[in-house]
Structure formats: C-alpha cells, structure tokens
C-alpha cells in the first residue's frame, strides 16, 4: 500500500537560515610547488610542458609554470602524518574558526535520521590557473541546497549542494569553484 | 645510443648527429585550434596500462590519498572489493590529461564533473575516448564541451564524465 503523503520538508526548513552563509576560511596543507605539480603528473603520466618546463611555460600563454588545474582536490588534501604539536595547532586553530554551515547543516540533518552519507557528483569549475607561487590555497564553503526528503534506490534522504571557492593565499584570486552533492539518507526504510 | 647507429653509413649517420641537440631540447607541442573543429567529432583514444599496483603506488602518492582502499590489498578484500584501485583525484588526473594532451598546451580545462560507475583494479586495460558534444564561444573563450569515457577490457562506460575544455 502507498499513499501518497506530502514530502517530508523539517530538515530542508530547519536548515533553511544555514544556507548562504560563507564558512569559516582555511588553508590547504602545503604551497603549491613544482615538485607537488610533477609528483601528480607522474602518477598519470602528463608530459604537458606548461606543468614541467619553466622555459616553455614562461613562452606559453600562462606566462609560467601552472598546476594542472585538474589537481585541486590533491593541492587542498591534509597532512598523512604530523607530529603532535602540529596537530594540536591545526586542531586549536579549527576551533577558533568555529563550526562550518556544512557541520551545522549535516548534524540537523542527522537529527532528522538521515545518517548515511555519499557523495553523488562534484563538478569543478576552472577560473583561472594557478601553480607554483601563488602561496598555499585558501578555502572557504557555503551551502546552497537542502532539498525536501526524496526516495532514493537506497532510502529517503535529502540532497545538500555544497559550493567551495579556492582563492590563491598570495594574490587572492578565485581559482576555482567546486559544486559538491551529498545524498544523506536513513537507510532503515529502502526502496520496496 | 651506439646501437642505434649499426648497420648505418657514415654518411647518413652525420646529419642525424648534427641534428640531435635540436630534436631533443625542441619542444614542440601541437595546440588544436577552436577553429579546426567541429560538434560530434570523436577525439583520438587514449590507452593507460594494464595497470600495476606500481600505479597505484604513484597514484596514492601523486595524489595525496592514504585511503588504504587504494593501496592495500588485504584491507581492500576485507571491505569487500577483488582488489585495490584507482582512486578519484586519479581520474581527475587522467580525464585533465585527456583533454590536455589533445588540445595542446595552450589549451585549458574549465570544468570537469564525471560519475564514477565500476571501479578499475591491476591489471585492467583502460582505454579513455570522447567526442565533443557542442562547439561555442563564452566569456570570451573558444569552448567545446566534450563526453569522454574510460573503458576496461571487461567492460564500457566504467567513468562518465562531462568537461569543457577552452581552445586557442
């Protein structure tokens, strides 16, 4: 038996004065350097001159040296291991930035009973290039979108969009321009 | 390098020593103009692989991903997959490379977006095509959109992604 019932919107409304609102700002790990660009070019064999030879890419169009501006994701990744008071650091000065709208809109999300989360799609937008010089990157996210509770293949969830801007720390350009979706879901109740 | 030159005459042999400095410091990277292609058109066939946990090593480092899903076996069989793979900043690696090594240098990715379907372990063949979907010019930029696939030898469409790649 289904009956038809209008969509479940507490969350979408809850989280509704969340929405908009940038968070708070935070540095990748490391500047982007060269030997960082080369590391990811080896892992997929790019032999693009603009990303290994200072000479060409000086005469290019980009005026020097860029990162493939496909490699984001792995520029703004954290540390693998760091000592203690590294981490402490980090941790204090994660504190100090206070809870980002994403944290705030996921918690009253969860409170609604969608636990689960996975990621559905996340498209990159290329302002403009960056690379070695321009210092580390500079983040800052916002949310744009809670839907109302839809019917997934893997329960009822609602979809949160996220949109992270990347700035260069030295020259605070916008860089790039992320678009992520989440589905977070209560996978007690899936599709019959 | 004296092997090259067995069986070969002097003669012939002078002019290619004479140019040598010049073939191996010219760089000289083909850009594919805006202007010289058109919708619909199929780009050229990439093949990467078979792939080897070699790759996978240089991918988790390249990337700066320590998920262990990526590298190491036991955990990988142990969450219920056959065996490691390669991991998503791999494919935006890939994909970037893609559209780069056909535009030419000069060439620059604006956007990338693509779905992840089937995962690719050791020992798979992948075999990355596109087309370009749409041909226009935005914000100045001579644009094509472009539907680029990545394949293995067991089956299709294991990466869908959608990119848009500005030409000179």
Known sequence: ?192 | MADRHRGISREAREPDEQNRKEETVAINFKNTTWESVSEGQELPVLEFGPLTATNLLFDASGTRDSYPIHHDRDFARANGVPDIFVNTQWYQGLLGRYATDWGGPESFLRSLSFDMRAPNHPGDLLNVHGSITRKYEQDGQKRVDLDVRIDNEGGTDTVVARMTLELI
């Open chain 1, 1 to 192: 038996m289904a009956t038809e019932t209008a969509r479940d919107t507490k969350a979408k409304d809850e989280a509704a004065p969340f929405l908009n609102t940038p968070g708070p700002t935070s540095y990748s790990r490391a500047e982007v350097t060269a030997p960082m660009v080369w590391n990811y070019c080896e892992s997929v064999e790019d032999a693009n001159p603009v990303y290994w030879d200072e000479e060409y890419a000086a005469r290019s169009r980009f005026g020097r040296l860029i990162a493939p501006p496909q490699m984001i994701m792995t520029a703004s990744s954290g540390h693998w291991w760091a000592p203690d008071y590294i981490r402490e650091a980090e941790r204090r000065a994660a504190e100090e930035r206070g809870e980002s709208p994403s944290g705030k809109v996921q918690a009253i999300v969860r409170k609604h009973g969608y636990t689960v989360a996975t990621n559905v799609t996340r498209e990159d937008e290329f302002v403009e290039p960056y690379g070695p010089g321009d210092g580390r990157l500079k983040m800052t996210a916002h949310i744009s979108e809670v839907t109302e509770e839809k019917q997934t293949r893997v329960g009822k969830g609602v979809f949160i969009t996220t949109i992270t801007e990347y700035h260069t720390e030295k020259d605070d350009r916008l860089v790039v321009r992320s678009t992520n979706i989440l589905l977070m879901y209560n996978s007690s109740e899936p599709r019959e």
